[in-house]
């Protein structure tokens, strides 16, 4: 068994108005030095996979078909083995 921890990110070229709209609120909290704050996903999945490899390629496949808009969206992921 393993788990994939998943980031997915907006691509530094897309417009980001809900990390625009945090950024003034910390801005508004007194906490003006906070700058460029952009907003994205993070995801737990357990993978039931034979080995590590295995686990890769479904994480893989997972986030080009379902979580990441490829169009718009870049992802990375970790995988780590838990019993």
């Known amino acids: 068994m393993y788990i994939a921890r ?3 990110t907006l ?9 625009k709209a945090v950024q003034h609120a910390i801005a508004s909290l007194g906490a003006g030095s906070v700058s460029d704050v952009r907003i994205g ?3 737990e999945a357990k993978i039931d996979a034979p080995s590590e490899q295995e686990a890769r390629r479904t994480a893989e496949e997972v986030c080009k078909k ?3 808009n490829p169009v718009m969206e870049d992802y990375s992921f970790e995988i780590a083995g838990i019993e």
């Open 6 to 8: 998943i980031r997915v």
């Open 41 to 43: 996903k993070y995801i």
């Open 11 to 19: 691509r530094p070229s897309i417009l980001d108005p809900q990390g």
């Open 66 to 68: 379902l979580l990441a």
